[in-house]
């Protein structure tokens, strides 16, 4: 009876730590659920960046959320029309595509998430989604939560904020996952359409700062170019880089001036707060501003049109 | 026998205990960040885990940060590590801002940062003392100046 009891308790306890080993290793980890099919895997070898140069990699390259505040603070009216319609979705169909395309209405998703555009907000989740489910990342994209906020109309700030934390999820897991060409891929959307709603923008605003703003991409393209040239052996991204460094080229006559200052510390409202200094100077003639301008929009639309 | 009874039943209540009371997980700071960054706009979250060291290992995170903007820094710390983070922010060889005010021995979970020139910064992780730790630094955006 003893000796049973005593195998039972055995059994039981061997049980109970492999549980716990596989509980533990993988309660947070949803991409070992995952096989890639072999739909998106590549067929030529693509570079794989070294842990230094991922360590390295520029980080919030693009974010719709800085775009569409930028816009909004200026008094700019919401414009649907400035948007990739979600029916054109359907015309991605190749893994850089789709990651092209979650850039992009990643991007109109922030600008409409800014205006509190709630009821556009459902039909352009719904395509990320799909986007995000083709590339096998739909499962770090908070689908139901959104959908519900978006339905209800409620917390409009936790629209932002878990839509920003699904892009990052998504961006961190296929920088994990050795498909970090799909995340460049991403912020590169992100980038083209926060300029093409930039230059649309300023087809109606004469601001100042909307100049400024397409003024200083040059520093972001240099930054943006260098992550994607990593993978110019791709024949996606290769010519993808044709195309965009037609736009790089123009921002050689854009000149771009600093004059340093000392940060200042001071506390606001119970925040320690760090204030730059520096000064940002940048000049263009309003012809290289206007050949900018139109090409992005090419860029953009030879982009959505296949 | 009965001896051995009793050691099997507590180490089944150990294993089962130990299965319950997992580590705070990276995913679990990003939300307790989130929180200390209170209504701020989220960007971007970093997660830092360093083994302890001398000098003090840095984990370090190219950004790029917007003209006119007001980012919010915050960090949080795993309490299942000793180390308490730093983060500090650098333009080139320049220190603009941090997390830690070494001549008063402040520490800050929330610092803000008002941009005035676009370009790359980058971020520098570390950890107190150069001990072992596990942490999240968060960006986020409080709004367009």
């Known amino acids: ?306 | 026998m009965k001896r051995i009874l009793f050691a099997f039943i507590v180490v089944l209540v150990s294993v089962s205990f130990a299965k319950n009371a997992s580590a705070q997980s990276e995913e679990e700071l990003v939300q307790i960040c989130g929180m200390i960054a209170k209504d701020a706009t989220f960007l971007k979250d970093f997660r830092i885990k360093l083994d302890a060291g001398d000098p003090p290992p840095v984990q370090r995170v190219p950004v790029i940060l917007k003209k006119d903007v007001k980012y919010r820094f915050s960090v949080c710390n795993s309490k299942d590590f000793e180390g308490k983070v730093v983060l500090q922010l650098f333009d080139n060889n320049r220190m603009l801002a941090t997390t830690y005010v070494i001549a008063t021995g402040k520490d800050y979970p929330t610092i803000d940062w008002v941009c005035t020139k676009t370009g790359a910064y980058h971020l520098f992780f570390s950890f107190r003392d150069g001990k072992a730790g596990l942490a999240v630094g968060l960006l986020s955006m409080v709004e367009m100046m």
């Open chain 1, 1 to 306: 009876m003893s000796r049973r009891l005593l195998y039972i308790l055995l059994v039981l306890v061997v049980t109970a730590s492999v549980s716990s080993c596989k509980s533990c290793s993988n309660s947070d980890d949803l991409s070992q659920d995952l096989v890639v099919p072999d739909s998106i895997a590549f067929n030529d070898p693509v570079p794989v960046l070294g842990e230094t140069v991922i360590e390295e990699m520029m980080q919030n390259i693009a974010s719709p959320v800085e775009t569409a505040a930028l816009i909004k603070g200026l008094k700019v009216p919401f414009n649907k029309d400035f948007l990739l319609t979600t029916k054109a979705s359907e015309k991605f169909n190749t893994s850089f595509e789709k990651s092209l395309a979650l850039g992009i209405y990643g991007c109109d998703l922030g600008y409409l998430n800014m205006y509190e555009k709630s009821s556009f907000v459902i039909d352009y989740i719904q395509v990320i989604k799909r986007l995000a489910d083709d590339i096998q990342v739909g499962q770090f994209f908070d689908f139901s939560t959104l959908k519900r906020l978006a339905t209800n109309n409620e917390n409009l700030d936790s629209l932002v904020t878990i839509s920003q934390q699904s892009f990052s999820r998504i961006d961190n897991y296929l920088r994990e996952s050795n498909r970090p060409m799909l995340s460049a891929v991403i912020v590169a959307g992100l980038w083209v359409e926060g300029s093409y709603l930039t230059t649309r923008v300023a087809q109606v605003s004469n601001h100042k700062r909307i100049r400024e703003t397409l003024g200083e991409q040059k520093t972001i393209l240099i930054f943006l170019l260098k992550v994607l040239k990593v993978y110019e052996k791709d024949p996606s991204m290769a010519k993808f880089l044709t195309d965009i460094e037609k736009v790089k080229a123009l921002y050689d006559d854009v000149k771009i001036t600093y004059e340093v200052g000392e940060p200042e510390m001071v506390e606001e409202d119970g925040v320690i707060v760090f204030k730059q200094t520096d000064k940002q100077i940048v000049e263009m003639s309003d012809e290289t501003y206007q050949k900018i301008i139109d090409s992005i929009q090419k860029l953009r639309a030879d982009l959505t049109k296949f």
